[in-house]
């Protein structure tokens, strides 16, 4: 069965500091991938998809960056982070064909001081 | 550009009750899904339900069930028999049919407290 993996699951980090937040799928190849936002009070917004290895297309534009080198793991970067970037990050997957469900991550809580 | 509605911030429910959660949305296409998830305190995102627009029929899993109706772009979710574990913010998706994002539109999330 396909299992999805997020690290870390809590991070605080001080402004103007980088971030690397990862994602791993176990048990399917070549998924479509996302990266999505959660404020504090509201819904989910989607930040990054990949389709691909190198292939990230960034649906808000940002002082965060995504990353896929390899087929199943999908990388959140920032270099210099914001007090507006705290929030809840989950990454989700979907098979590339046959499938319109997303299945998401447990999540990474990120908090800038 | 779609959007999704939640007009229910919070709702509450007696165990072993029925509650329904309501959603509307905005969209010019005809062809699209809509899904319920469910993120309990852990804040996992769990499918609950899904729909495709083309089907007339309601989807039903289980206790859970949607009251689709196309014309008026609702999707409400009722949940039969509530138990203490439906505790959770219900958030109501939508998917445009096709494209290559396939991203998810969500609602701002209804917090559902059941009551023993």
């Known amino acids: 069965s396909q299992t999805i993996h997020q690290w870390p699951a809590t991070l605080v980090q001080p402004v103007g500091s980088p971030l690397s937040l990862e994602c791993t799928v176990e048990?399917?190849?070549?998924?479509?991938l996302y990266w999505y936002r959660q404020a504090a009070g509201r819904g989910l917004q989607l930040l990054f998809y990949?389709?691909?290895?190198?292939?990230i297309s960034s649906e808000v534009p940002q002082n965060l960056s995504a990353s896929r080198p390899q087929d199943r793991q999908f990388i959140l970067s920032s270099k210099k982070l914001l007090l507006s970037d705290s929030g809840f990050y989950l990454c989700?997957?979907?098979?590339?064909?046959?499938?319109?469900?997303?299945?998401f991550g447990p999540g990474t809580r990120l908090t800038v001081t | 550009a779609q959007t999704v509605t939640q007009s229910q911030p919070e709702m509450s429910v007696q165990e072993a009750e029925t509650v329904t959660l309501s959603c509307t949305y905005d969209?010019?296409?005809?062809?699209?899904?809509l899904f319920w998830y469910k993120q309990p305190p852990s804040r996992q995102m769990i499918l609950v339900i899904r729909?495709?627009?083309?089907?007339?029929q309601n989807a039903t899993e289980n206790r859970f069930s949607v009251n689709f109706q196309k014309a008026a772009k609702s999707f409400s979710l009722k949940i039969s028999d509530s138990q203490l574990g439906d505790a959770a913010m219900y958030f109501c998706a939508y998917r445009a049919y096709g494209g290559a994002t396939n991203k998810l539109i969500f609602g701002t999330g209804t917090l559902l407290a059941v009551q023993p």
């Open positions: 048990g399917t190849s070549n998924p479509n």
């Open positions: 729909q495709e627009a083309y089907k007339q």
């Open positions: 990949s389709i691909g290895i190198d292939q």
């Open positions: 989700a997957w979907r098979t590339g064909y046959g499938s319109y469900e997303q299945y």
């Open positions: 969209t010019s296409e005809s062809d699209y899904y």
